[in-house]
């Protein structure tokens, strides 16, 4: 049976709002030791509408020279966001963090509202487990083949 999202999605997800300054944005990133928030409607918070990552804080104020207080995470959050379901199986979404060049994905739901995300680390682990796993069958058929003919 594939393996689905919603099997080991993160639930908790740190949120701001658009007008959340990119100097609280990346204090809310330290003090959770997250490297992404998800911004959220301002109205309806239940509704993603961008991400801020670490990298766009450096790339897009930091390295410009600008000042964090004087601007927000709508300001500087990607708007092109790529969301997948609970329900998608891990592989599509590999292929589509490869195709869209992402390390995380926003999860939601079918009206749209955030349930979780999962991150480019979540799939490595996942995957490396399953690896293993796959390794330890291998060594153990290896064994058995070993013991059989002696």
Do not use: C, Y
């Not at 450096?58 to 600008?66: F, I, Q, R, T």
């Amino acid at each position: 049976m594939p393996t689905r999202l919603k099997d080991f999605v993160t639930t908790v997800v740190a949120v701001v709002e658009p007008e959340t300054t990119a100097m609280v944005t990346a204090q809310l990133m330290r003090q959770h030791h997250i490297g992404a928030l998800v911004v959220v409607d301002t109205e309806q918070q239940a509704f993603p509408v961008g991400i801020v990552t670490d990298r766009d804080l450096v790339l897009a104020l930091m390295a410009e020279g600008l000042d964090p207080a004087m601007f927000t995470a709508g300001d500087i959050m990607s708007v092109e966001l790529v969301t997948a379901t609970p329900d998608m199986d891990v592989m599509e979404a590999v292929t589509l963090m490869r195709t869209n060049r992402l390390r995380r994905l926003v999860i939601t739901d079918d009206e749209g509202r955030l349930v979780g995300i999962v991150t480019l680390e979540d799939l490595l682990e996942l995957m490396t487990r399953e690896l293993a796993a796959l390794a330890s069958a291998a060594i153990g058929a290896r064994d058995r083949e070993f013991e059989q003919r002696r």
